[in-house]
């Protein structure tokens, strides 16, 4: 009776084994080995795809402006700008909206890539570099993109990312 019991209940032993090695399995590929964790090597920390991705956006509402929502558009970018970049745009808006009346065109952009370079520290303030490349578009030319090239810096502002600097760099449209 004893040998019966044992062979009825040995394939439940295997199989509860089987199962937890399945799982232990599992839980070290989820918490261990999945590629898009950070700290895995060669992969973005969140504050990095965070930084990327704030970099294009804030780059998209500096160039995107109409004339019908002007001073909103403007505002939106001027939020997303700190320091020296802030002052400069600033100083821009009646011009702009000079340029787009006389014109009659709206401005738009669309950012087709972007790159981390790297960390940088801009006195206090923490932040990375990003390469934007974005199209420029007038309302009046949709068919006729102006790209450009793009070193962002971004820096970290009381919990949000903001445009702290931009160079134009390579060949443009």
Do not use: C
Not at 49 to 70: C, D, G, K, P, S
Not at 115 to 138: C, W
């Amino acid at each position: 009776m004893a040998d019966s019991r044992r062979a009825l209940t040995a394939p439940w032993i295997v199989s509860a084994v089987a199962a937890a090695v399945l799982i232990a399995t599992l839980l070290v590929y989820f918490l261990v080995l999945r590629p898009d964790e950070d700290n895995v090597p060669g992969a973005f920390t969140s504050s990095e795809t965070a930084a990327m991705n704030a970099a294009a956006q804030e780059i998209v509402n500096t160039l995107t402006y109409t004339r019908a929502h002007f001073d909103a558009d403007f505002q939106r970018a001027l939020d997303g700008t700190t320091g020296d970049l802030r002052t400069d745009v600033s100083k821009n808006k009646a011009d702009t909206l000079a340029a787009m009346t006389q014109g009659k065109f709206d401005l738009s952009a669309q950012v087709t890539h972007k790159a981390l370079v790297g960390p940088v520290s801009s006195g206090k303030q923490q932040g990375y570099v990003v390469l934007v490349t974005v199209n420029g578009f007038q309302s009046n030319a949709k068919d006729a993109p102006k790209p450009n090239d793009l070193e962002v810096t971004v820096v970290k502002v009381k919990g949000k990312w903001l445009l702290s600097g931009i160079t134009s760099f390579g060949v443009t449209g």
